[in-house]
């Protein structure tokens, strides 16, 4: 046998034996260190489970009543160098919180942004508390009463609103040599009622997609929505408010982005809120199946 194979199969008898007698040894933990273990596994338990969570303030809880004077009087004083673009609005769990550049955007599910893209502050207690105290004292609120739904008239007047504020997107679109997005009635609705359910319950946040309020037309996809509340002089006409919409969902890069899309027909909606001088605005878009030809009646502005 030559000398170099004699060397190689020494070697690997060599590993072969050093692999059957080397083990990793673990060393069990005496009975002492057990019940050591135990105690502190059942004391962290006993404190988990008496910590409590800290409770939320009834003023992150319960929506304030403001009158339109106190809510001026408020944004004054919030943003005393422009007052006029002062944007107040309640949301569940966190509070009363106010932009001082018009508009407050929601930001997907997991928050919300001013029309500059910056974070809303809350709105300091005191100065909560003394807008809530003028409005009482102001005599014009007792009890939130829940917002009766909209009769004919007012949802024809709400749907011209938003078809100003669509009117007023699509101009833009045109301008960037894209199709005009197609009106469409059925939309319409659906936006009122999620606009009417935000201010009934004081919510804030868009709709799913996937599961709407409301069922989008047969033989289409719903695909964008966008959700914004912002602060408009008393007395605003519903041509004036539309319209204030429409720039206001112009007026944010992520809105922006969203209005000069591909989409095909959609609605906007406009709802005055029952207290105060907000507006909430929502646009809701999609697209025909690219399959199938199906479609559907629309009218467009």
């Known amino acids: 046998m030559p000398t170099w194979l004699a060397k190689m199969w020494l070697a690997l008898l060599l590993l072969l034996w050093a692999g059957a007698h080397c083990h990793t040894v673990i060393a069990a933990p005496s009975g002492m260190v057990w ?42 004083q919030l943003c005393p160098g422009s007052p006029e ?39 300091p207690e005191a100065a909560l508390t003394s807008a809530v105290q003028a409005s009482v004292h102001a005599g014009s609120i007792d009890k939130p009463t829940p917002a009766p739904l909209p009769n004919d008239r007012n949802k024809t007047d709400l749907a011209v609103g938003g078809r100003y504020a669509l009117e007023r997107v699509n101009q833009v679109r045109v301008a960037q040599r894209l199709d005009p997005i197609v009106w469409n009635e059925q939309v319409s609705d659906g936006v009122l009622y999620w606009l009417q359910y935000l201010d009934e319950t004081h919510l804030f ?58 989409y095909e027909f959609g609605a906007v909606g406009i709802l005055k809120r029952r207290t105060g001088l907000q507006w909430l605005c929502s646009v809701s878009l999609g697209k025909l199946f690219g399959y199938g030809g199906t479609s559907f009646s629309n009218s467009s502005t």
Not at 35 to 64: D, F, G, K, N, Q
Not at 87 to 105: D, E, M, P, R, S
Not at 215 to 223: D, E, I, W
Not at 232 to 241: F, G, Q
């Open 35 to 76: 019940e050591e273990a135990l105690h502190e596994i059942s004391l962290l338990r006993e404190t988990v489970s008496a910590t409590e969570l800290p409770a939320a303030p009834a003023s992150a809880l319960t929506p304030p009543d403001l009158t339109p004077d106190a809510e001026h009087a408020l944004c004054a």
């Open 85 to 123: 673009h002062c944007g107040v609005k309640f949301i569940y769990g966190t509070g009363t919180v106010y932009c001082c550049t018009l508009a407050l955007y929601v930001q997907g599910s997991i928050g919300h942004v001013c029309a500059d893209s910056s974070q809303p502050h809350l709105v």
């Open 205 to 262: 946040m868009n709709q799913n997609l996937g599961q709407p309020a409301k069922p989008f037309p047969t033989g289409s996809v719903f695909l964008a929505e966008v959700v914004l509340s912002h602060r408009l002089l008393p007395n605003t006409s519903i041509a004036e408010a539309g319209r204030a919409c429409g720039n206001a969902l112009l007026a944010h890069n992520g809105s922006l982005e969203i209005m000069l899309g591909h």
